[in-house]
């Protein structure tokens, strides 16, 4: 008895929320799915090009820097390929009167497949035919997670458009996000490790098998109810003045991109464990200190942001995150112990961070609605989009671009597994260890630091919008919400 009221509750839905409980969980899932192929992508895939690309002897090319540049290059076509998606996502009618929800189904099938063909670099070719594969394979799973990620973050403004119920969908998901980072996780370690020996490949197979298991059900259980009917019809011109009518939701993504670009240490967790402490098995234990506080904040964001404004509570978090880095720099890497003290104080305001990384993107939508009028939430939400995978690129362009330098002195080998690389018996100078070190520790830091001031001019308050999504849908006439912000906008 006591445990059918317990399921009562947890499937109750709180007074003024518009979503059922079963929605909620599609949408869960499906960020669980999601996250599993972008966790692959962004903390193996460094690793995984590490072990694929070694320098070939007598040619004087390191490919460390031609895939570095390659990952970039790929951002050119990003670039296009993010707005145009942009305009032909609030251009496009579907015969369902659905906005979202179809585009959620065309990806369904694509981000798996292009996953697997990114992780499935055949060994025995040429490094020249490697890096038109790397190429070819990174555009369309580039093009691929665009189609999915603009409609899942922006569906959230169709299926509600209660603040809160929004932010604790949003802060709840992150649950389910880590979920699916951690099946990654876990796989690309233990699967790749000096124990078991197999490959990135498998490790890519089975996650690609388990994003479209999870993602399914969101393709039929969410429900758009708000929006849609006045949706305008986008052309370039009209976004570059969108964009520049919507000061914070640049001001929000210039610091995102410093923040996220620094962001190095997830792909450099197994490279870190098995050069400075001797067994790759060791970033499982780094892993687990970001992901069980992930999970336990995202129970707890809701209830913090009722009572501390949203950025506020963020530019806090960025601030303990930049000291508990510097923490570590100083005591170095010499005692395992003090590592992983370390590593999980600083993991708490990450966790917070990360759960509410995404919560201000629909603010900026609804912002962007007051200001200029326009019903613009696929250009919003394909900006966020294209600076995740611009920053996950940038950073890892950034790494290897580290790699490949001759001052550093890192020496490459190829390889499928841990293992292979032990037996290889290639071992790294002192002085490209403490450049691993730097790269793991103080880049981050550096990067929370320029954040944090950008962050500063971000002056919106949770209470102004939700006042402004009053306003947009009807709620309350111009006059009413302009007499109660809280400042002219």
């Given at each position: 008895m006591n445990t059918l009221k317990e399921k009562k509750v947890l499937m109750k839905t709180p007074d003024g929320?518009?979503?059922?409980?079963?929605?909620?969980?599609s949408y869960y899932l499906y960020f669980a799915g999601q996250n599993a192929i972008y966790n692959l992508i962004s903390s193996f895939l460094t690793t995984y090009i590490v072990f694929t690309f070694a320098a070939e002897a007598g040619t004087g090319v390191d490919p460390m820097k031609l895939t570095a540049g390659i990952i970039l290059a790929v951002k050119i076509w990003d670039a296009v390929n993010d707005v145009v998606f942009g305009v032909i996502f609030d251009k496009v009618r579907f015969k369902s009167g659905k906005k979202f929800v179809p585009w959620l189904k065309i990806s369904l099938v694509f981000i798996p497949l292009s996953t697997i063909l990114l992780f499935a670099i055949p060994s025995s070719i040429s490094t020249s035919v490697k890096l038109w594969w790397l190429a070819i394979a990174y555009i369309l799973w580039d093009t691929a997670y665009t189609l999915c990620d603009v409609p899942i973050f922006g569906v959230i403004t169709a299926m509600s458009e209660n603040l809160d119920e929004r932010n604790s969908v949003l802060s709840y998901k992150s649950i389910w996000s880590g979920v699916g980072s951690g099946i990654a996780l876990i796989l690309g370690t233990v699967l790749v490790s000096e124990k078991v020996h197999l490959n990135y490949t498998v490790v890519a197979v089975i996650c690609a098998v388990f994003a479209i298991l999870t993602m399914i059900p969101a393709?039929?259980?969410?429900?758009?109810?708000?929006?849609?009917?006045?949706?305008?019809?986008?052309?370039?011109?009209k976004m570059f003045r969108y964009l520049f009518n919507n000061k914070f939701l640049l001001i929000y993504y210039i610091g995102f991109f410093f923040y996220s670009s620094a962001n190095v240490y997830n792909q450099l967790n197994q490279l870190v464990a098995y050069y400075l402490f001797n067994n790759s098995m060791i970033s499982l234990v780094v892993q687990a200190c970001s992901l069980v506080p992930s999970a336990i904040v995202a129970f707890l964001v809701p209830h913090m942001i009722r009572k501390i404004d949203k950025m506020k509570l963020f530019r806090i978090c960025t601030v303990a995150s930049v000291v508990t880095s510097v923490l570590m720099w100083a005591v170095g890497y010499s005692s395992l112990v003090l590592f992983i003290i370390l590593f999980a104080l600083r993991s708490v305001p990450l966790a917070i961070l990360g759960v509410m990384l995404f919560l201000f993107t629909p603010d900026c939508a609804e912002y962007g609605k007051f200001k200029t009028g326009i019903e613009a939430k696929g250009i919003t939400f394909a900006i966020q989009t294209f600076m995740v995978k611009l920053t996950a690129a940038v950073?890892?362009?950034?790494?290897?671009?580290?790699?490949?330098?001759k001052w550093v002195g890192w020496q490459s080998v190829e390889a499928q597994n841990f293992d292979d690389l032990a037996k290889s018996g290639i071992t790294q100078t002192p002085h490209a260890l403490n450049c691993l070190w730097f790269l793991y520790v103080m880049i981050p830091a550096i990067g929370y630091a320029v954040a944090y001031l950008i962050w500063t001019r971000y002056k919106m308050t949770d209470k102004d919008v939700q006042i402004m999504a009053d306003c947009n849908t009807g709620k309350i006439t111009r006059e009413e919400a302009e007499a109660s912000l809280s400042r002219e906008y």
């Open positions: 929320w518009v979503t059922n409980p079963i929605e909620r969980l393709c039929f259980k969410l429900e758009e109810r708000y929006g849609g009917e006045n949706d305008e019809s986008f052309t370039v011109k950073s890892s362009a950034l790494v290897l671009f580290v790699f490949g330098l």
